[in-house]
C-alpha cells in the first residue's frame, strides 16, 4: 500500500522520526511536502478557501490544504488505496499486517475512510476480523488525521467537496453527511501521537476567545445553509440506522 507522509520542509526532526520507525517495519514511504499556511499570502488564502469557512486559522488551513493535496496525488495516478500519516506519530508494529490486510476487506470501489488512530465513537459490532487481536468497527465520531486509509473514490469526492477549503482536514462526520466516504476504524488503534505532537506545527497553537466566537457563528452558519439533501440524510441516520448501533464511547 502507498505510504503518504505529510511533513513541513523544515520539520527535519519529525521526518527523521517517521522515517525511522517506517524504515523498521521494512514499509515503503512518500514524503510530501506539507503546505505552510502561516506562509500563505491573503491572495492565496482567499484563492484556497471559501468564504464561510470553518478553518479559519492559518494552520488548519495548511493542514487541509496538505492533506488535499495528497488527495490529488492519490486520484492523478490512480492509486487504489493510501495511508497518510502525519509527522508526530508513534506506529505499532502491527501495522505492515494491518496494511497487507486491509485492501482484502475493504471494496476499493466504495469510497472509504478508515482511521489508524484512537476514536471516539464506533458502533461495537465487528464488520470484519483483521487478525486475531484486531477489527474493523463502523467509525461514528473521531477528531484526528494523523494516520488514516483512505481510497481513490473517497479522495475525488474529498476534492469535490471540501475544497476550497471550508472545514478543518478532521471533520470525519462531514465525510459521512455529505457521501464523501463511509467511515470505519481500527481497533485496537496501530497508529498513536508520539511526543512530538505536544508541540504543534502545521496547527496553531490553541485558540482565542474571538477566534472560538468565530469558530462557533461560522459552525452554526454551515449547518444552516447544509442543503436539503444533506439534512435529510442526518435525519434518516439519525431516525433509521443509530438507533440500531450499539455505540461505544471512549
Not at 57 to 74: D, M, N, T
Request: net charge positive; hydrophobic share 40%; charged share 25%.
Amino acid at each position: 500500500m502507498n505510504i503518504f507522509v505529510v511533513n513541513l520542509k523544515d520539520s527535519v526532526d519529525r521526518r527523521k522520526s517517521v522515517e525511522l520507525q517506517l524504515n523498521k517495519l521494512n514499509l515503503q514511504y512518500e514524503v510530501v511536502e506539507a503546505v505552510d499556511g502561516r506562509a500563505l499570502s491573503n491572495e492565496e488564502i482567499m484563492q484556497h478557501t471559501r468564504e464561510l469557512n470553518y478553518a479559519c486559522k492559518p494552520g488548519e488551513i495548511g493542514c487541509s490544504l496538505s492533506h488535499l493535496k495528497v488527495y490529488r496525488k492519490i486520484v492523478e495516478y490512480n492509486i487504489p488505496y493510501a495511508l497518510i500519516l502525519e509527522d508526530d506519530i508513534q506506529l505499532s508494529a502491527d501495522l505492515p499486517l494491518i496494511l497487507t490486510e486491509l485492501p482484502n476487506i475493504i471494496n476499493k470501489n466504495t469510497p472509504s475512510v478508515t482511521l489508524l488512530t484512537h476514536i471516539h465513537q464506533y458502533d461495537a459490532k465487528i464488520q470484519h476480523k483483521i487478525s486475531p487481536q484486531h477489527a474493523l468497527h463502523v467509525l461514528i465520531e473521531a477528531s484526528c488525521s494523523h494516520g488514516y486509509v483512505i481510497n481513490a473514490s473517497a479522495a475525488q469526492n474529498a476534492l469535490d467537496s471540501l475544497y476550497p477549503v471550508w472545514m478543518v482536514a478532521d471533520r470525519w462526520k462531514i465525510f459521512r453527511e455529505y457521501s464523501i466516504a463511509k467511515l470505519f476504524a481500527v481497533l485496537p488503534p496501530v497508529i498513536s501521537h508520539s511526543e512530538l505532537s505536544k508541540i504543534s506545527i502545521i496547527n496553531d497553537q490553541g485558540l482565542d476567545i474571538n477566534t472560538l466566537k468565530l469558530k462557533k457563528l461560522t459552525e452554526e452558519n454551515l449547518y444552516k445553509k447544509r442543503p436539503i439533501k444533506i439534512k435529510l440524510k442526518r435525519i434518516l441516520w439519525l431516525l433509521i440506522k443509530r438507533p440500531f448501533m450499539n455505540i461505544i464511547k471512549q
